[in-house]
């Protein structure tokens, strides 16, 4: 055994006996309880405290990554010190070192035995903190892979502590000594890698030594993996820093007590000298950093452990990024120096650096990142109003800034204001900015059109001749797009047309649809507005003054494309009714609503499509609906999403009329019970709807199967884009103002602007937000309040009776005098005058037992979750204390009887 023992000096065997033998020490003395009492109070405290990021059950996030992980790295410089400088500090000072050095374990074992004991104490208190999981899982539904990682990355940061505290602990044989150096080079490690100190080195050195330094710091490591998206080197880092941390003890404790060990190890070093230590210690500080820069380079992708995928980007970004040509920069501005920021938007402004790191990362360098703080009156801040970043006023008065700009060359595009509303669409707005800037060629949309979209001349008298301009939506794609009007009858488009949007078209010529057909099967973006009732036609249709026949609306439809799409429209004169869906006037819940007019509102729109992300409402009039076409036998590879829909409880009507009432409409009606698609989305590849071609000409040239992917929009109502369906016009200073109705005209450029990109840019998809609230502690709140309600709206009834019959009494403006009642006046107003009195004391009273019962429940949850488990630490504490002290007396008694 001995020849083993020499030639295999390790043991796991001896490394868990001491430190169970460690930890035994800690816990049979005060020392590790009141360490974790201390640190789960404080802990409790800056969870519950009104602080920035503190206030748990105040800030209503369903969240432990900014309550409490986000303070763990301070906690930790003031708590863990003290457990590892008596690591080997006490041992020195009291002489036991030399003790310990002569028992049958090396050096090695001995630092690592001591180092588990002590990471395990900090361990322990941090998973005693388990109550938080609990409640935050009562309250809320938060991310748990989210938490899991906060709770690794505060372990992972414990250990680098721990192990930096065995360093300063070997050194010092002076405890306090050791607790200030492990405090000073922790705190130092922290500050260089926090985004306000980097930033402050970006603008003082050179871009690569303010990188360098961060990559050196605990903090940006701590905080990737905390917030579930990080890389190998991440781990990789606190990995080095503990190894770094037992190997430079263990070389110190051999250089320090050189013969006084029994292993041939140690034997061997006893002519090491405290240079050849330092040297040693230097080589494998160098060695571990180079491994960090390997495995930086190497894995280089980060990893997203999110539930929701936060961190994850769509395949057509990465595609996006992959082929940069040239370097795009990205200017960040965020107000770093301004503490006033409510707490959901300094979660939000770090989630967005969190994105931007890692399109710098997929990009391999064709991203530059440059960060900044526009403090008042600074360089940074005139740079933010030069690219044109929103200023916002915060509560304070203060202005912040927070937005971004891309630079491509020499062109750039801003979003002056990165709204969290708007956190769905951040992936999409970025990468299609970069993709703007790289192709900045304007895309051309043709236009098909039975309808005047493109505005002319007007009027049936030529003296009277007017010219009207593009409708509205139109004018707004002129602004974007390179917008031509395509003739009704045409034999094809022109391969620069890139979108083709097609509005109502009636009776549009064969010839036109089969060259739809082909352009759709090239590659081709469509955008089709259907209609079953225009009643638009009415109002934009020259009329003859000499004809006596009215304008009446008219339906378009394109069945033969529809089905050879696998889709079906509504025939003439079937409009779509649904009451739960139908325009209400806002102010006048009395007015009366028709249900063929319809007010779609986000809950039936794709919540999950960068179309519809965004839109508050579209308003459809007369609108139809799409089904499935099941008869038709394709072979089109074709997926299909539902833009915006009906609720279940609507249905079609036959043979429409305008004059037909909301009664009458809705006299027999029967709900289909299942949502009516009112709008679609359309991808893949197509089949011609005209196979056999129209001519023996175009049969030899015709195109029968999508040669690539082909991209459709179907909308089942032209009127929405009608102006005054859209915006309404008034006047101020002599200039018309139009004020925008509803989201019809957003819904259009969206909807454009999406088909505009290739293939790369429409497979993004909108993103989940990590934001999740507390609703069962609203629940909670609205519950309790529901309990006293009937009590407070009788005495609220009581006090207005007795207040009214006051006022009847003394007069509404207290003309009478007491003087001038009768005697039965006198007693009915003293009367009504207590029964007031008293229903405003129980009012009181009522009012202060809700509050007092809300306040209890918060407090409940406060010492659930802060003082539960500290106390229970104490009396166990209190019970080791006792039982020890008896056992010791009862082996002194033992001892006097021999």
Aim: charged letters at 15%; proline letters at 5%.
């Amino acid at each position: 055994m001995k020849n083993l023992r020499q030639k295999y000096p390790f043991s796991i065997h001896s490394v868990l006996i001491l430190a169970r033998k460690e930890l035994l020490s800690c816990f049979i003395s005060p020392l590790a309880y009141i360490f974790m009492i201390i640190f789960l109070l404080l802990a409790g405290l800056v969870t519950f405290g009104e602080s920035p990021f503190g206030n748990f059950l105040g800030n209503n996030m369903a969240s432990l990554t900014y309550s409490l992980f986000s303070f763990f790295p301070w906690l930790f410089l003031v708590l863990i010190p003290p457990i590892s400088m008596r690591m080997w500090s006490e041992e020195q000072k009291s002489g036991s070192i030399e003790l310990l050095l002569t028992m049958p374990i090396s050096v090695t074992e001995a630092v690592i035995g001591k180092f588990i004991a002590s990471w395990l104490i900090v361990t322990v208190s941090i998973l005693l903190t388990f109550p938080l999981i609990i409640t935050v899982n009562y309250l809320g539904n938060p991310d748990n892979v989210l938490v899991f990682s906060g709770y690794v990355s505060s372990i992972l940061l414990a250990g680098s502590y721990v192990a930096i505290g065995s360093i300063t602990s070997a050194l010092c044989k002076n405890q306090i000594i050791s607790f200030i150096f492990t405090l000073i080079i922790c705190l130092f490690l922290l500050l260089i890698g926090h985004p306000a100190l980097n930033n402050l080195f970006s603008s003082w050195t050179p871009v690569w030594i303010a990188n360098m330094l961060s990559d050196l710091s605990l903090f940006p490591h701590f905080s990737y993996i905390q917030k579930g998206s990080f890389e190998v080197e991440d781990i990789t880092y606190f990995l080095s820093i503990i190894i770094f941390g037992i190997v430079s003890s263990r070389i110190i404790i051999k250089t320090r007590y050189r013969g006084k060990n029994n292993d041939s190890s140690f034997r061997r070093l006893e002519t090491n000298s405290p240079l050849t230590a330092i040297v040693s210690i230097l080589a494998i500080l160098v060695v571990l950093i180079n491994i960090n820069f390997l495995i930086g380079r190497i894995f280089t992708l980060p990893i997203d452990i999110t539930t929701d995928r936060l961190y994850s980007f769509s395949q057509g970004t990465k595609n996006i990024l992959k082929n940069l040509k040239h370097p795009v920069t990205i200017r960040f501005y965020r107000s770093y120096s301004e503490n006033s920021l409510p707490v959901q938007l300094l979660a939000y402004a770090e989630r967005i650096e969190d994105l931007l790191r890692a399109y710098s990362n997929h990009a391999e360098g064709k991203i530059i990142l440059e960060y900044y703080d526009p403090v008042p009156e600074s360089s940074a801040e005139e740079s933010a109003v030069m690219d044109g970043i929103q200023t916002n006023t915060l509560p304070t008065g203060e202005k912040c800034y927070f937005g971004l700009t891309i630079s491509y060359m020499n062109r750039n595009s801003t979003i002056a204001f990165l709204s969290p509303a708007n956190e769905k669409v951040i992936e999409y707005d970025i990468t299609r900015s970069i993709y703007d800037l790289t192709h900045p060629e304007k895309p051309v949309v043709g236009v098909i059109s039975s309808l005047p979209v493109m505005g002319g001349i007007t009027g049936m008298i030529p003296s009277r001749f007017t010219q009207s301009p593009p409708w509205i939506f139109l004018q707004e794609l002129q602004e974007m797009f390179d917008v031509r009007s395509l003739p009704y009858n045409l034999s094809g488009i022109d391969d620069k047309i890139n979108i083709l949007l097609v509005i109502h078209p009636v009776g549009l010529p064969s010839q036109t649809e089969f060259a739809i057909d082909q352009f759709l099967l090239k590659g081709g973006s469509l955008m089709i507005f259907l209609d079953p009732y225009c009643i638009v036609k009415t109002a934009v249709t020259q009329i003859d003054p000499l004809s006596q026949s009215p304008v009446l609306p008219d339906s378009s439809n394109l069945p033969r494309l529809l089905n050879a799409w696998g889709m079906d429209f509504s025939q003439d004169q079937e409009v779509v009714i649904s009451p739960e869906n139908a325009y209400r006037q806002i102010g006048d819940p009395s007015a009366k609503v028709h249900p063929g007019v319809l007010n779609i509102l986000p809950g039936t729109m794709a919540k999950s499509d960068i179309i519809t992300a965004g839109l508050n409402s579209l308003n459809l009039i007369f609108c139809g609906g799409f089904n499935k076409y099941n008869d038709v036998k394709s072979e089109s590879i074709i997926t299909s999403t539902a833009l915006f829909f009906t609720s279940p409880y609507a249905n079609f009507c036959n043979n429409f009329n305008y004059y037909l009432t909301p009664e009458e409409l809705t006299i027999d009606f029967k709900p289909l019970n299942h949502p009516i698609n009112l709008g679609l989305y359309l991808t893949g590849f197509f089949n011609s709807a005209f196979p056999e071609g129209i001519s023996s000409d175009t049969t030899r040239n015709s195109i029968k199967k999508s040669t690539k992917q082909g991209n459709v929009i179907l909308v089942g109502d032209a009127d929405m884009l009608f102006n005054n369906f859209c915006v309404t016009e008034s006047k101020s200073g002599g200039k018309t103002v139009l004020s925008v109705l509803n989201g019809n005209i957003d819904f259009v450029l969206n909807s454009v602007d999406f088909l505009s990109g290739d293939t790369d840019i429409m497979s993004i998809r909108s993103r989940s937000s990590i934001e999740r609230k507390f609703t069962r502690l609203e629940e909670l709140y609205n519950q309790t309040a529901r309990i006293y309600q009937d009590k407070l709206s009788t005495l609220q009834k009581k006090l207005v009776d007795a207040e009214s019959s006051v006022s009847k009494i003394q007069g509404t403006d207290n003309s009478k005098n007491i003087s001038q009642l009768t005697s039965d006046e006198l007693q009915a107003l003293q009367k009504f005058r207590k029964e007031a009195r008293k229903a405003r004391t129980e009012l009181h009273s009522i009012r202060k037992e809700l509050r007092t019962k809300l306040d209890r429940t918060k407090t409940s949850i406060i010492f659930f979750d802060v003082a539960l488990i500290p106390i229970l630490l104490g009396i166990l504490g209190i019970t080791v204390a006792i039982v020890r002290r008896r056992k010791h007396k009862k082996n002194l008694i033992m001892l006097n009887i021999r």
